[in-house]
């Protein structure tokens, strides 16, 4: 689940990227240098067309909630790897120790 997790939220940065650096802003923007930068034509005809304006609301959100979804797996998921090792390492020594020997103090 984490791991399918992760893999939509870069899917969603890409496509957030691409999405924003294709819309032309005040300076113009990457459909303007791919369109030969003339004038306030864009690849996409003069104004941003509907999907880009949707295609960057979608890819927000889906970023935000995989931002969101991974922050509350992360905070369940347990501690840190360091911690996780010395639990283990305590583990294996008591494990070493058989209940009839004494334990060294």
Same mark, same amino acid.
């Given at each position: 689940?984490?791991?399918?997790?992760? $893999?939509?939220? $870069?899917? /969603?940065?890409?496509?957030?990227?691409?999405?924003?650096?294709?819309?032309?802003?005040?300076?113009?923007?990457?459909?303007?240098?791919?369109?030969?930068?003339?004038?306030?034509?864009?690849?996409?005809?003069?104004?941003?067309?509907?999907?880009?304006?949707? $295609?960057?609301? $979608?890819? /927000?959100?889906?970023?935000?909630?995989?931002?969101?979804?991974?922050?509350?797996?992360?905070?369940?998921?347990?501690?840190?790897?360091?911690?996780? *090792? *010395?639990?283990?390492?305590?583990?294996?020594?008591?494990? *070493?120790?058989?209940?009839?020997?004494?334990?060294?103090?």
């Amino acid at each position: 689940m984490y791991t399918f997790i992760i $893999a939509i939220h $870069a899917i /969603a940065c890409f496509i957030l990227i691409a999405v924003i650096l294709l819309q032309a802003g005040r300076g113009g923007g990457l459909s303007e240098m791919l369109s030969g930068g003339g004038g306030s034509q864009t690849i996409f005809g003069v104004r941003t067309p509907k999907f880009l304006t949707r $295609a960057t609301t $979608a890819a /927000a959100i889906v970023f935000l909630l995989t931002c969101i979804s991974l922050t509350l797996i992360s905070s369940r998921r347990g501690k840190s790897l360091l911690d996780q *090792k *010395k639990l283990t390492t305590e583990q294996q020594q008591e494990e *070493k120790t058989s209940p009839g020997e004494p334990q060294p103090e």
